[in-house]
Antibody
Framework: QVQLVESGGGVVQPGGSLRLSCAAS????????MHWVRQAPGKGLEWVAF????????HYADSVKGRFTISRDNSKNTLSLQMNSLRPEDTAVYYC??????????????????WGQGALLTVSS | QSALTQPASVSGSPGQSITISCTGT?????????VSWYQQHPGKAPKLMIY???HRPSGVSNRFSGSKSGSTASLTISGLQAEDEADYYC??????????FGTGTKVTVL
């Protein structure tokens, strides 16, 4: 079964950095794009970043562009999010999510197929 | 990229049907059949309920259905049950190769 387990959350001061990781299992990680999605306390979901299966294509939300970097290691089935210049408004639960799914006949991208349990980042002095 | 617009809350009695709307633009909902819907119970991760406007993943009840007209997508829950009480979010692929979520709808079972 698909499992996504985030780690690396914690408390960071404004301007600081943190790296989140997501360990994937139960599917062919190297064949799928992956996302980071966040949710501020009591707020809605916000898409953060996407990385294609081959790690070449990456896209970011305007709110994190230039500060966050998404990456992956297909040899270790691991997704990462390097977060720099953190702001209080970055405080949220960060979820990793698998992009789409494939059947024996076709692939269906562009939705969040499975989600991790989330990792909490708090940016506060 | 602005969030897609959803009603803040929708309620219904057990057994009734409710519909949640999700309004975007021609650059997202209206431009692609890549609208998906997610259910989120308090303190839990979101769960995929509908993808590609109207397709249900295996294991999701057929009480959940999706549709789209122009730049507005809809999620209908028929035969409302107590366990359906949760927050629901729509999402769409966009012309910028990004993704956008809806503002979220709290469903209350009366």
């Amino acid at each position: 079964q698909v499992q996504l387990v985030e780690s690396g959350g914690g408390v960071v001061q404004p301007g600081g950095s943190l790296r989140l990781s997501c360990a994937a299992s139960g599917f062919s990680f190297s064949n799928y794009g992956m996302h980071w999605v966040r949710q501020a306390p009591g707020k809605g979901l916000e898409w953060v970043a996407f990385i294609e299966y081959d790690a070449i294509t990456k896209h970011y939300a305007d709110s994190v562009k230039g500060r966050f970097t998404i990456s992956r290691d297909n040899s270790k089935n691991t997704l990462s999010l390097q977060m720099n210049s953190l702001r209080p408004e970055d405080t949220a639960v960060y979820y990793c999510a698998k992009d789409g799914h494939c059947t024996s006949n076709s692939c269906y991208p562009h939705h969040f197929d499975y989600w991790g349990q989330g990792a909490l980042l708090t940016v506060s002095s | 990229q602005s969030a897609l617009t959803q009603p803040a809350s929708v309620s219904g009695s057990p057994g009734q049907s409710i519909t949640i709307s999700c309004t975007g633009t021609s650059s997202d909902v209206g431009g692609y059949n890549y609208v998906s819907w997610y259910q989120q119970h308090p303190g839990k991760a979101p769960k995929l309920m509908i993808y590609d406007v109207s397709h249900r993943p295996s294991g999701v009840s057929n009480r959940f259905s999706g549709s789209k007209s122009g730049s507005t997508a809809s999620l209908t829950i028929s035969g409302l049950q107590a366990e359906d009480e949760a927050d629901y979010y729509c999402s769409s692929y966009t012309s910028s190769n990004t993704r956008v979520f809806g503002t979220g709808t709290k469903v209350t079972v009366l």
